[in-house]
């Protein structure tokens, strides 16, 4: 592959073809062309990609809290495909937390935030109202964590 040394060319690349953007920073990282790089998108880039994990991480613990609320209660409505919910969502998140341990300190910090939003869609996908819910968690967060939690 061949890599061009000029630093407009690379951000108008970054504009029109992101692929080969890609393609040309790694190349540059890997032959050590740092004087050639796109700082600017690059840092953009990494940014980004932080952004992701934590914004993957609350969406999947504000289904978790949803689907742990429904369980709990509406115990007559209780079926396999809530139980898979739940533990897909977990998984994903404990799968996060090991490539990324970092994120744990985050899922502290954003809980309870999460948990408010869980309360709201479930309180939409239930058609119950939002007070039928408590305003603060029954579920602490090893419990919502722990694959052998379900709440009765």
């Known amino acids: 592959m061949t890599v061009i040394n000029a630093k407009p060319y690379l951000k108008t690349v970054y504009e029109q073809d992101y692929l080969l953007w890609l393609e040309t ?6 032959t050590g062309q ?7 998108n690059l840092l953009e ?3 980004s990609m932080a952004r992701k994990e934590k ?9 978790l809290l949803m689907h742990l ?22 998984s994903r998140i404990l799968k996060a937390i090991k490539v990324s341990p970092s994120l744990k300190p985050h899922l502290k910090q954003v809980f309870d ?24 968690s ?8 722990n694959p052998d ?4």
């Open 69 to 90: 609320l429904k369980y709990q209660y509406q115990v007559n409505k209780r079926t396999p495909s809530w139980r898979y919910t739940i533990d897909e969502h977990r």
């Open 34 to 40: 740092l004087e050639n790089l796109d700082i600017e």
């Open 113 to 136: 935030e999460c948990y408010q939003e869980g309360r709201r869609k479930a309180a939409i996908e239930t058609g119950l109202n939002i007070v039928t819910f408590p305003t603060e």
């Open 45 to 47: 880039e990494i940014e």
């Open 25 to 30: 920073t790694s190349e540059q990282l890997r």
């Open 55 to 63: 914004v993957a991480l609350e969406s999947n613990l504000e289904v």
């Open 138 to 145: 029954p579920f602490n967060q090893e419990q919502t964590l």
């Open 149 to 152: 939690f379900l709440p009765e």
